[in-house]
Nanobody, 127 residues
Framework: QVQLVESGGGLVQAGDSLRLSCAAS????????MGWFRQAPGKERAFVAA????????YYADSVKGRFTISRDNAKSTVYLEMNSLEPEDTAVYYC????????????????????WGQGTQVTVSS
């Protein structure tokens, strides 16, 4: 069974950057679609970004487009989320997820696509 472990969260100021990592164990990350979601207090889990199995295609939520970059290293079974120009509205618990058997980004923004989730890492952005 795949286990996903996120790391890299923390407390930063508006305008700062963070890089989140998601390490997979039990099964190689590739070539599955991998995604990042976030959940702020009192809100539903929201899509942030997804990357195709080979890493050649990415898809972002409008709210993070141009500020966040998703990438992956299949040799290390790790997916990354580089977050720049952070805003207080980015404060949330960030989760990575894996979609078994999926290699394209069709419906990649839907949580139901993913069958494996990490425990999350807290990102707090102060103003």
């Amino acid at each position: 069974q795949v286990q996903l472990v996120e790391s890299g969260g923390g407390l930063v100021q508006a305008g700062d950057s963070l890089r989140l990592s998601c390490a997979a164990s039990g099964r190689a990350v590739g070539p599955n679609v991998m995604g990042w979601f976030r959940q702020a207090p009192g809100k539903e889990r929201a899509f942030v970004a997804a990357i195709s199995g080979g890493g050649g295609n990415m898809y972002y939520a409008d709210s993070v487009k141009g500020r966040f970059t998703i990438s992956r290293d299949n040799a290390k079974s790790t997916v990354y989320l580089e977050m720049n120009s952070l805003e207080p509205e980015d404060t949330a618990v960030y989760y990575c997820a894996a979609a078994a058997g999926r290699n394209n980004l069709v419906a990649a923004s839907l949580p139901s696509l993913y069958d494996c989730w990490g425990q999350g890492t807290q990102v707090t952005v102060s103003s």
